[in-house]
């Protein structure tokens, strides 16, 4: 943490500058309140850190040293896959991990919703296949565990195992 004058909420909650879009997302993903816009400039960043009681995450050390900066973390990895590693050790968040609960796309918490309300924005093959749906009801984004879901199984197990296998 570059700055101490305010303790973070437990769990934290991020707001993440314009270049880490990918990190954003899997954070997402694992279940973290993660606020992102890709048109944020950094004074808004800033301002909604403060207002929102928000860990900025950047790789920008300028950013960071802006003086209404409350919480911040600069981040060293370059690649996504690395940078949520480097979070979920900063933040000591391996433990709280919920992963699928939360919309990639807009950070809302995702809710169970019955097949018939969705069945027309399905394709064919998934309607045959799948009985639960989940539904952003931001952003109205349709998630089942298959597609969406399979292909970060093995992210999700990765930000999991250190858990055990790592324990510092
Ligand atoms: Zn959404």
């Known amino acids: 943490m570059r700055n101490q004058t305010q303790a973070p909420k437990e ?7 314009v270049h880490l879009g990918k990190l954003a997302r899997y954070l997402r993903l694992l279940g973290f309140d993660v606020a992102y816009a890709n048109h944020w400039d950094d004074p808004e960043i800033v301002q909604r850190a403060r207002k929102e009681q928000r860990i900025i995450l950047t790789r920008d050390r300028g950013l960071l040293e802006r ?4 919480l911040g973390y600069l ?9 949520l590693q480097e979070v979920l050790d900063q933040f000591n968040l391996r433990r709280r991990l919920k992963p699928y609960s ?7 918490p995702i809710e169970q919703v019955p097949k018939e309300a ?5 394709p064919p093959r998934v309607a045959r296949r799948y ?4 539904q952003c009801p931001s952003c109205g984004k349709v998630y089942w565990k298959g597609d969406h879901f399979r292909n970060l199984d093995a992210l999700i197990q990765k930000a999991r195992s250190r858990t055990r296998n790592n324990k510092n």
């Open 102 to 108: 939360r919309c990639p796309l807009c950070g809302t």
């Open 131 to 134: 009985r639960k749906f989940y």
């Open 67 to 70: 003086k209404a900066v409350l």
């Open 118 to 122: 969705v069945l027309p924005s399905l």
């Open 75 to 83: 981040v060293e990895s370059l690649d996504p896959e690395g940078q």
């Open 11 to 17: 769990p934290p909650s991020f707001i993440l500058d």
